[in-house]
């Protein structure tokens, strides 16, 4: 093994306690994001710059420079609400997700006052020497001062794919570790030379900012906004040239056309959405599954193919020794020792079945002393030790069968027969192989050869308890699993079959190789389990099936499953994964529990459908609505609402589904994925919209040759009953049955009936008196109560029969 130190060899003593503490307060956490205080900023002037917000801005100057300075009052008051109310959410949002994060947050083995201390990544600081092993994610940029074949993943920082290897003394990027990079094997200390933004990783994320890849729930938003803006432009321009070509005032025309625009637009989308993903953020917390990207709850939901690794995901990871034999199968304790010397003194990332052997065979050292490692990579796919006992050394290597038998100087025919067999058993084989070795300064990979093969240890490693259980709950809610692993194809097909998963016709890592992405694609979504596949290989297969139009999840807890947990849709690891799966995936699951994970799934189905109902509610009669506004403002000789009167209306409507996040979806909605669909989308706004623009119709033609009102009672009466069919829709389009056979939630149900009744009393106060309203004649009302049911009871036979095609 090759051991590289700095010249002259390094003190190790390391920071103080105090001394890092005083470094931490003037330089800052080691953290490369945006600040708290400039995230919020940049999103208070995001929201400031959407273009309806500058256009209501504008019209507001123009009120107060021409006189009219109530409605500018009010113009400005409602969008200042609108901006403080989203930046509150997104403000407890971003706290939410803090704490939850906090529970995940990546690790450093650090040296303090003399010792190695776990600390949090985000405590390092300059002057800290740290030590590195397989697995672990560099904590910040560092320079080695010792390091034993050490290779790091560097394809975050620099696109390569391959591991680079590090060497001390070159004088160059070789001898330094930066921040946002992978050990992949071998083990180092090093000095930490720059922290936080002053890494290199740090300086690319505050030039160019860290933006993820457009997710399936964004861009099914983006998709929506430009449905809705195309809508916008046309409403502005068409009511606003159809009035001043009727020789209406021009100011009032183009106020009245951006307050339609207003009214149409869903402005309170980005509040709503945050609004339910945070809440099912922290149902999910209660739970135990960790959220750290609010948006990955509707991926998750969306989430068609789930595709796990098989060790420590489907099973529980937890290996037990269970029986020590050698070549031949005779049992044997031989092996076993073996097996001991080399877990107790290799220094690699610890693993389950190092862990098994050592609760087996014990921790007696046997009078052995260490001399040197070949750590484990994952080409060789073993792990040697030298060690020294009386003046002899001896080199003790294990790993898979394969990876032994080519460093062996005789294997016979029967054993590799033996180890196949034990594999077609379910077992998860180990080979040993030792022999004698002479003193040499440093021992490495070319040293592991001419071995006598000692026999095999034999591990199993048990299905999850609930694993057959939520595989059944996962097919049922339309989810494919599909198991890629590294393991070899028999013991894949024996654990498939113990947990009922048909394993079919097995596809092993060359196959996957040698074929292009599209006949990738096709071969994937007819199979169920591939083996022998590494990490580029398993990443290679997701992004086949993504092509293919699936939303796929991925399962993994181990340094090999981090590439496919950041190229899948939503990434799902367990709190006791290594520091790289953790970093990649989007959801943690708290405890080894797969329940946990369908509970997850249901709860991103129960958020989107929840953001699909304000949806719904925006583009029907909400554009109904605005549509009448538009005719109405043709025909009659008085607008039918004042600007400022749209605005109100439209608040009201929003205030009413701001709980739309504490209500509950139908069963029906949770049984397979869902995704958007702008077509139902837009079938609701072309089908209900006008059924809208009927009621409305008539109202105005009953305020008009029944009551007789002026143009104040005009507006009143209008108001109220704009108010109440767009609000009390929601109780019919919440749901896809009877609306009487589903309660909406109780601050559901009391935002709206709240919103309805002051809207039925506003007309009598003084304040509705500014507003421009007088009050209504008491047999009005009876109409409305008519009206108002006459329209939820067609609403409801056309929802069901739009969301039936739907269903189908």
């Known amino acids: ?111 303090r006052d003399g010792t190695w201390k776990t600390l949090p990544r985000r405590e390092v600081v300059v002057g800290d020497v740290v030590r590195l092993t397989a697995g672990d994610l560099v ?16 394809s975050a920082l620099t696109g390569e794919s391959m591991p680079v290897e590090k060497e001390v003394g070159t004088g160059n990027d070789d001898e330094h570790v930066f921040l946002g990079t992978a050990v992949v094997s071998g083990t180092a200390t090093a000095l930490v030379e720059a922290t936080g ?44 040239a159809a009035m001043l070509f009727l020789h209406r005032d021009p100011f009032q025309s183009l106020l009245f056309g951006v307050a339609l625009a207003v009214g149409l637009t869903p402005e309170f989308l980005p509040m709503i959405t945050s609004l339910t993903l945070g809440k099912g953020a ?19 939901g969306s989430m068609d193919v789930l595709c796990s690794d098989k060790t420590g995901t489907l099973t529980s990871g937890e290996m037990s020794l269970e029986h020590s034999v050698d070549p031949t199968g005779k049992d044997s304790t031989e092996p076993e020792r073996l097996g001991k010397l080399n877990a107790l003194f290799q220094t690699g990332v610890p693993t389950a079945l190092d862990a098994a052997v050592l609760e087996k065979a014990g921790k007696d050292e046997e009078g052995y002393a260490k001399v040197d490692e070949v750590p484990f990579d994952f080409e060789r796919r073993r792990v040697s030790v030298v060690v020294e006992k009386e003046g002899q050394r001896l080199l003790v290597c294990k790993g898979a069968p394969e990876g032994v038998f080519s460093v062996c100087k005789a294997v016979p025919n029967e054993a590799v027969k033996l180890a196949d067999g034990y594999g077609n058993d379910g077992y998860r084989v180990l080979a040993v192989a030792s022999r004698p070795i002479g003193e040499e300064t440093h021992y490495g990979p070319e040293d592991e ?51 009922g998963l048909d394993p079919g016709e097995i596809v092993l890592g060359d196959r996957v190789e040698s074929l292009s992405e599209k006949a990738l694609g096709i071969l994937a979504e007819k199979t169920t389990v591939f083996a022998r596949v590494n990490p580029t290989q398993k990443d290679k297969i997701i992004l086949a099936l993504k092509h293919c139009g699936h939303v796929v999840g991925y399962m993994g807890d181990g340094i090999n499953d981090a590439p496919s947990l950041h190229t899948a849709d939503v990434g799902i690891s367990f709190s006791g994964a290594t520091d790289v799966a953790k970093d990649a995936a989007q959801i943690i699951l708290v405890e080894r529990d797969l329940m946990l994970l369908h509970k997850g799934v249901l709860e ?14 925006g583009t029907s009669s909400n554009f109904g609505n605005m549509f009448s506004m538009a005719g109405a403002a043709l025909f009659l000789p008085f607008l039918p609402m004042l600007p400022t009167q749209i605005l109100l209306n439209n608040l009201m409507y929003d205030l009413a589904q701001v709980t739309i996040p504490s209500d509950q979806v139908d069963s029906s909605y949770l049984r397979k994925p869902k995704r958007w669909d702008i077509a139902l989308v837009r079938d609701f706004m072309v089908w209900i919209g006008p059924i809208s623009s009927v009621f409305d119709f008539l109202t105005f033609w009953v305020l008009l040759q029944v009551f007789h009102a002026s143009e104040r009672e005009f507006h009143a009466g209008w108001f109220v009953e704009s108010v109440a069919t767009q609000t009390l829709v929601i109780f019919v389009i919440r749901t896809s049955r009877e609306p009487w056979k589903s309660r909406p939630s109780r601050p559901l149900a009391f935002t709206v009936l709240l919103m309805v009744g002051l809207s039925l009393v506003l007309p009598f106060t003084g304040v509705g008196k500014l507003l421009g309203f007088d009050p209504l004649p008491p047999a009005y009302f009876g109409f409305l109560a008519l009206a108002t049911g006459g329209y939820l009871v067609i609403v409801d036979l056309v929802k069901r029969r739009l969301m039936a095609r739907y269903a189908a």
């Open 604 to 617: 991103g189905r129960v958020a989107f459908g929840n953001v699909m109902k304000y949806l719904f509610m």
């Open 282 to 300: 922290v149902r999910m917390s209660r739970h135990k599954v960790i959220v750290k990207n609010l948006a990955s709850i509707q991926n998750l």
């Open 449 to 499: 050869t001419g071995l006598e093969l000692a026999g095999f240890l034999l591990f199993l490693d048990p299905p999850l308890p609930d694993a057959l259980d939520v595989l059944h709950r996962l097919k049922a809610s339309g989810i494919e699993v599909k198991v890629i692993t590294g393991d070899s194809e028999a013991v894949s097909r024996h654990v498939c079959q113990s947990i």
């Open 197 to 240: 933004v002053n890494t290199r990783f740090g300086k690319i994320v505050v030039q160019l900012g860290r933006r993820a890849p457009e997710s399936d729930f964004e861009r099914g938003l983006r998709e929506f906004g430009m449905l809705i803006m195309r809508l916008v432009i046309f409403l502005v321009l068409f009511v606003t």
């Open 1 to 111: 093994m090759t051991v590289r130190m700095a010249n002259p060899a390094p003190d190790v003593v390391g920071l103080s306690s105090a001394e890092a503490a005083r470094r931490l307060q003037s330089d800052g956490p080691n953290d490369t994001a945006p600040a708290e205080g400039h995230r919020g900023l940049l999103q208070l002037v995001s929201f400031v710059a959407n273009p309806l917000v500058v256009i209501l801005l504008l019209a507001a100057v123009a009120s107060f420079f021409l006189g009219d300075r109530i409605n500018g009052a009010i113009i400005v008051a409602l969008v200042l609400f609108s901006t403080v109310l989203d930046s509150v959410q997104n403000a407890r949002s971003r706290i939410a997700v803090r704490k939850l994060q906090s529970e995940v947050a990546p690790q450093a083995t650090v040296m």
């Open 139 to 154: 904590p910040a940029d560092a320079k080695l001062l010792e390091e034993r074949e050490l290779h790091v993943q560097e």
